[in-house]
């Protein structure tokens, strides 16, 4: 196959994820996979379908709904060779599982002097959208990346999801692996082939000189819809930076950025108090604060859970116009310049507010 | 039980009170930093169980692990060397007493939060299975363990999937000062197991004989394939939760109680037993004795001798 070939597929995010893993279980069968509901007809929602088919009931699981103890199963089956993948439908099942998260399996290398090691993946799902509410639809990643030991990220694109994947299983740490479920449809030009992408390095997806915004996870899909929008629209150059990973956190990337731009916008997927993007702002300021021109902004969701009812959430997540408009404030446009005006109105979701985007579908 | 068999037992048992012995003596020097908690009274359980063992078994334990990791042939100087905070110490000086490892024997791992372990043994159990060996995992833990979830869940998933595993409930009727009947029902712990559809008994754990000759059948079962199994043991801790030192005078527990406790000691009815029956000599004791406190007065000249770690030291293995 040549590369040109390999470069032009395209599918879907979560058809990568399933990819991965079952590329992952032909090349190494110390790897198992394990969640509430992976062998049922929903196979998490595609991600594991015809895997117990293929590879059998010794390395595809179901699992009783006991995430703590079946998260302490994985970490003593990896401690003796396993290489075993756990899935959580939502992020928000996990929490019953941070005992054994953080205290072992973050810990058990370094506690024991590196005598031990624990290579795990965590596949954990970020819900939104048509009321998944305040126990469906967290974004936990500044949680778990309070936690040395564990390996946090969160890939926005169907090629990152495969090859971060594939480097996830391969990695000898704990790995969570936040997806989040709007992505999941999003299709990319992904290789057929096995390959490996790295798990600690931001990735510029949209070059430019005027602002720097550094997005997370489904935020960067809103972000590129805004920095299309902006450079087509308005001719403004911002440099969009997916950040992938969040521990470790690629900061010297937006540094770098920054360092061209002077300016800083962190669009992230979660509450703003704590978050990852307080962090990022932080390192930045640290080491950057005679390259920034302004303050750095934040653009996160507002500091109080997600409500069900669509009247209440309608307003409730920031999306391509929130950073638009903050990309024009920044950059001390008069946001109620008729140009202005008409950008936020060609950014404006056209569906409805509680289902997936459908203006861009991929790729990236 | 032949000669050798009763020797192992009485001499493994008498090395772990000696050890735990100069360490009580030893603690209030301060150069012991960590907070230890001692298994005297108890070692029966742990020294039944693994004589029972194979080097290749696998063995998870708690807090309260040194009977635990000795038993299983853990290194003496390393354990030593660890609650010295040494850089010999079995983890290099970041664990301490509640931190036991030993890969070359089989002792995986011992942790101090309360069921933390007990499925990371049922993941070491359910590995061999997928990887088809034919070594088992022993997990001890005590009865107030056995309130935590964790454990409902992993005895859940061990049963689903047969695993080679043997679950240990080490019951001496204390959570640190609050006794059983305030924290649980009263049933027995191991019709709870066995309601969980494990194959489950419950003895004396005083009695090494009982203990050995219960987890020789339970291991004998698993290796055949047909586990797990759950085995409950009653015992006494003749010290304090935690610290070198007794308790009586707190009165959580009346003098007629401690005093029946320090009574089933383990050690002097097995070597009661063995005396009479012509199996041990009251020499053979003293030489045991001798030899232990040879070993022990060693490997505490090895920790004070061995370096201590700095900062630089605490930095690596945050990654594998």
Not at chain 1, 112 to 138: A, C, E
Not at chain 1, 328 to 357: I, T
Not at chain 2, 240 to 266: F, K, M, T, V, W
Not at chain 2, 279 to 308: G, P
Request: hydrophobic share 40%; with cysteine; proline share 5%.
């Amino acid at each position: 196959m040549s590369m040109l070939n390999m470069k032009t597929r395209q599918i879907s995010y979560v058809e990568a994820i399933r990819e991965a893993l079952e590329q992952m279980m032909q090349h190494d069968e110390s790897v198992i996979v394990i969640g509430e509901g992976v062998p049922d007809p929903k196979a998490i929602f595609n991600s594991t379908l015809g895997l117990q088919e293929k590879f059998g009931k010794d390395r595809v699981f179901d699992m009783p709904l006991s995430e703590n103890g079946i998260t302490g199963a994985c970490i003593g089956a990896a401690i003796s060779g396993m290489r075993p993948v756990m899935i959580h439908q939502r992020i928000d099942f996990a929490l019953l599982s941070l005992d054994q998260i953080i205290n072992n399996a973050a810990k058990w290398h370094y506690m024991f002097n590196g005598k031990s090691k624990v290579p795990l993946v965590i596949r954990m799902i970020i819900g939104r959208g048509w009321g998944q509410g305040p126990q469906h639809s967290q974004s936990l990643q500044a949680l778990f990346s309070l936690v040395p030991g564990l390996k946090v990220v969160m890939p926005t694109t169907a090629y990152d999801a495969k090859g971060m994947m594939v480097a996830a299983i391969k990695d000898n740490n704990p790995v969570i692996f936040l997806e989040h479920r709007w992505l999941h449809p999003i299709v990319d030009e992904v290789p057929e082939s096995m390959y490996e992408l790295p798990l600690n390095k931001a990735k510029i997806i949209f070059e430019g000189s005027d602002i720097t915004v550094a997005a997370f996870s489904y935020m960067t899909f809103e972000a590129l819809i805004a920095v299309r929008a902006l450079h087509s629209i308005m001719g403004i150059s911002v440099e969009l930076i997916d950040m992938r990973s969040v521990r470790p956190l690629d900061s010297q990337m937006v540094i770098d950025s920054v360092k061209k731009t002077g300016r800083l916008i962190v669009a992230d997927t979660a509450y703003k108090t704590g978050s990852i993007a307080a962090e990022l702002v932080s390192q930045v300021v640290e080491r950057a604060f005679k390259s920034l021109k302004v303050a750095p902004f934040r653009i996160c969701s507002p500091d109080f859970p997600t409500p069900t009812a669509p009247s209440m959430t309608e307003y409730y997540y920031p999306n391509a116009v929130t950073i638009a408009d903050a990309v024009l404030r920044l950059l001390g446009k008069d946001v109620f310049a008729k140009d202005c005006q008409k950008l936020l109105k060609a950014l404006g979701p056209k569906g409805p507010h509680d289902m997936p985007n459908k203006d861009f579908g991929g790729p990236f | 039980m032949n000669q050798h068999l009763v020797y192992q037992l009485q001499y493994s048992m008498l090395r772990i009170r000696s050890i735990e012995e100069s360490l009580a003596k030893r603690y209030a020097e301060q150069e012991m930093r960590c907070p230890m908690h001692l298994c005297i009274g108890q070692e029966a359980i742990a020294v039944g169980v693994a004589e029972a063992l194979l080097v290749s078994d696998k063995m998870y334990s708690n807090h309260r692990a040194h009977g635990h990791y000795l038993a299983k042939g853990g290194s003496l100087n390393a354990m030593v060397a660890e609650l010295y905070g040494r850089a010999s110490g079995c983890c290099g000086g970041r664990g301490g007493s509640m931190h036991m490892i030993d890969l070359d024997v089989g002792f995986m791992g011992a942790t101090p939060i309360v069921g933390g372990t007990v499925p990371l043994a049922v993941g070491s159990a359910w590995a061999s299975k997928l990887q088809k060996k034919t070594d088992i995992t022993v997990i001890f833990f005590g009865d107030g363990c056995f309130e935590e979830g964790v454990v409902h869940e992993s005895l859940n998933f061990a049963a689903l999937h047969h695993l080679p595993i043997l679950f240990v409930c080490e019951n001496n009727d204390f959570s640190v000062y609050t006794r059983r009947n305030e924290r649980q029902p009263d049933r027995p712990i191991h019709q709870i197991a066995a309601a969980h559809g494990i194959k489950s008994a419950h003895g004396d754990g005083n009695d090494v004989e009982l203990v050995f000759s219960l987890a020789t059948k339970a291991i004998k079962d698993l290796r055949m394939g047909n586990g797990p199994w759950f085995l409950e043991f009653s015992t006494y801790r003749w010290r304090e939760h935690c610290g070198p030192d007794y308790d009586d005078h707190l009165q959580y527990r009346n003098l007629d109680e401690i005093d029946r406790g320090r009574a089933s000691c383990p050690i002097q009815q097995f070597e009661k037993k063995s005396l009479s029956s012509g199996l041990l000599s009251r020499s053979d004791i003293e030489n045991m004795k001798k030899d232990i406190s040879i070993e022990v007065e060693k490997s505490f000249a090895f920790a004070l001798a061995d370096r201590k770690p700095t900062l630089d030291d605490a930095k690596p293995y945050v990654y594998a």
